[in-house]
């Protein structure tokens, strides 16, 4: 008689710690519907932190900069940039960067921390509510940022993001009470979050492919590249990830490039990558496909 052998597969933990923040964030940011917490002072903290630690911070900071090297920036302007990233509580920018690599390197596979394959709520944020050695063991993470994570104060922003995020906490309510607290901190935390999420899930789901790529489901999704700052171009962006602009074409719009554009004009951002679009039609369907290439625009 021959035995069965079965498979084992990849042991997850619940992480009560991370669903327990994840819920404590949510909460707080529903006070924003009770008038004791409004002010159209908070609003405008809120809409200009969410693109300060969401565009500048996550996209063109901890994205498009320090994990996939798209351009260079003064040492002084990256710490700031990343700072800022930092401040959207998606990690400190070793975690983040280490993931993000790791989702590259087997995007929709058993190697990917968010396969979509998986579903649209895993990806969306499930993903994070388990720790998996894979995916979480220090020692990984620091071999996927091996090219940064010496750096000290990256290592102490990984370190202390959320006391950080405290601390800034407590500058907001001495300048504006807990108006500027609840739409400064609990809100605009959730909503980057979301709109950070939505480039894992739904743009893997919904929209087009302008490049096509062999088991991967990344997509180009309209509304995504509009919340999530240019990431919505998500297809353009898993084919050509070192390229500093993602959209490709020109409806895409892309703020965070907008962003780029404007330290390349001060002379801040330089040896920026950008991926270039070839058309061609195919023989067989008639039909248009892309191709494209990176070149290197001088600053």
Known sequence: MTAAIKEIGPTYTFNKGTAGFFIFLHVGALLALFPFAFSWSAVAVFFFLHWL?????????????????????????????????????????????????????????????????KGFWWAHFNWMLYTLPEFDDREIL??????????????????????????????????????????????????????????????HYFGYKTIALKDDLSTNCWWVGIIAYGEGWHNNHHAFPKSAKHGLRFWEIDMTWMAICVLRFLGLAKDIKVAKLKSQTCETTSQKIFTGEIVEQAA
Request: proline share 3%; aromatic share 18%.
């Open 53 to 117: 630690t969401a565009s500048i911070g996550i996209c063109l900071g901890f994205h498009r900069y320090l994990t996939h090297r798209g351009f260079k920036l003064p040492k002084l302007i990256a710490y700031f940039v990343v700072f800022c990233g930092a401040l959207a509580c998606e990690n400190g920018p070793i975690k983040w960067v280490a993931q993000h690599r790791m989702h590259h390197a087997g995007s929709d596979t058993e190697r990917d921390p968010h396969s979509a394959k």
């Open 142 to 203: 620091i071999n996927y940022s091996k090219d940064f994570s010496n750096d000290k104060f990256y290592r102490f922003l990984d370190d202390h993001f959320v006391k950080i995020q405290v601390a800034f906490g407590f500058i907001l309510f001495a300048i504006g009470g807990i108006p500027w607290v609840v739409w400064g901190v609990f809100l605009r935390i959730v909503m980057v979050y979301h709109s950070t999420w939505f480039v894992n899930s739904a743009a």
